[in-house]
């Protein structure tokens, strides 16, 4: 640098002006504001998307449920059969009823939990359960054949006329008529249901057991009281375990006897779904069959109204 020359600095801004700075920031903004809808919009849909799937998953899960128990029973209880003599149908019905299923043990102590007397066929005579020898479940019904205190099955109505419990212990089908039927005799009421209300003396033949015939395999006939129908000694021990499907407003209930029951009123009751707008059991007419189907239609519908219908059917005892 020769001396006495001026040297000249230049400066450059890099920076942004205060017009370009709110300018950028208003960009951003609108910007986040899009991002921040489109996300919300995402979640909803997610929510959305999930709650439906909540409300397949418990219809199916129910349908599950029923389905199984008739399958996994020897006697439907509700729906019974049409009767031509009523005004109302019993046949179509928004209760399921079936028996406990006869194999079922819960609680895993080596006997049926239906088998509420825990015997068996002794065939040997020797008081011990050998293999092959089967357990004898629902064999020594009483007059109230659920032995719940309640005319039918407590806490609901068996015949679908509207009255729940009906009046008498004994009337087992609601009907108004106790014991009316025999376990002989096919349908000697004439409302289409059979062996539906059985008296203590289930084969109505004035003997204990079946007449003639030595039930319990001890080398003695007709012995004992004339209610004991397995002639082992004791009257109406074994009484029948009702599972139960019902509405309670919009949530489906599924009523299960309790462990160890002393009674059919001793059971314990959880929800199988909400949501459930629409809940229909038709029991089909049988054509001369032993074992009647089911059909069950199930309706949820999800918080934003979309409905979502299961449809199934069932033999009864047909998984056994």
């Known amino acids: 640098m020769k001396p006495g020359r001026a040297v000249q600095h230049r400066h450059q801004s890099l920076g942004f002006s205060l017009l370009e700075l709110l300018i950028s920031l208003a960009i951003a903004a609108s910007l986040m504001a899009g991002v921040s809808t489109l996300v919300?919009?995402?979640?909803?849909?997610?929510?959305?998307?999930?709650?439906?799937?909540?409300?397949?998953?418990?219809?199916?899960?129910?349908?599950?449920?029923?389905?199984?128990?008739?399958?996994?029973?020897?006697?439907?209880?509700?729906?019974?059969?049409?009767?031509?003599?009523?005004?109302?149908?019993?046949?179509?019905?928004?209760?399921?009823?079936?028996?406990?299923?006869?194999?079922?043990?819960?609680?895993?102590?080596?006997?049926?939990?239906?088998?509420?007397?825990?015997?068996?066929?002794?065939?040997?005579?020797?008081?011990?359960?050998?293999?092959?020898?089967?357990?004898?479940?629902?064999?020594?019904?009483?007059?109230?054949?659920?032995?719940?205190?309640?005319?039918?099955?407590?806490?609901?109505d068996d015949n679908g006329d509207g009255i729940v419990d009906g009046v008498a212990v004994a009337d087992d089908d609601e009907d108004g008529v106790s014991d009316e039927e025999t376990g002989v005799a096919p349908d000697p009421d004439n409302d289409g249901s059979q062996l539906e209300d059985v008296s203590q003396e289930g084969s109505q033949d004035s003997q204990p057991g079946l007449a003639g015939v030595d039930d319990d395999e001890d080398g003695s006939i007709d012995e004992g009281a004339l209610a004991d129908d397995d002639e082992d000694g004791t009257s109406d021990e074994d009484w029948v375990d009702p599972v139960v499907f019902y509405l309670n407003g919009s949530t489906l209930i599924e009523r299960t006897p309790a462990l160890s029951a002393t009674s059919g009123a001793d059971y314990v009751e959880n929800v199988v779904a909400t949501g459930v707008t629409a809940f229909q059991v038709e029991r089909l007419a049988t054509a001369g069959k032993r074992y009647p189907r089911v059909a069950v239609s199930l309706t949820l519908t999800a918080a934003d109204g979309q409905s979502y219908t299961l449809s199934g059917l069932a033999l009864v005892g047909g998984d056994l």
Do not use: Y
Not at 85 to 90: C, K, V
Not at 99 to 117: C, E, H, I, V
């Open 40 to 156: 919300g919009e995402s979640l909803q849909a997610e929510v959305a998307t999930r709650h439906r799937l909540d409300v397949i998953r418990d219809a199916r899960f129910a349908m599950q449920r029923m389905t199984q128990s008739i399958g996994r029973t020897r006697l439907l209880l509700v729906p019974l059969v049409e009767n031509p003599a009523t005004a109302w149908s019993e046949s179509t019905r928004d209760v399921l009823a079936v028996a406990l299923d006869p194999t079922l043990d819960r609680d895993r102590d080596g006997w049926a939990d239906a088998n509420n007397d825990k015997d068996f066929q002794d065939s040997n005579q020797n008081g011990i359960r050998d293999p092959g020898e089967a357990e004898r479940v629902d064999e020594d019904t009483p007059a109230d054949m659920t032995h719940d205190g309640a005319a039918g099955i407590i806490g609901i």
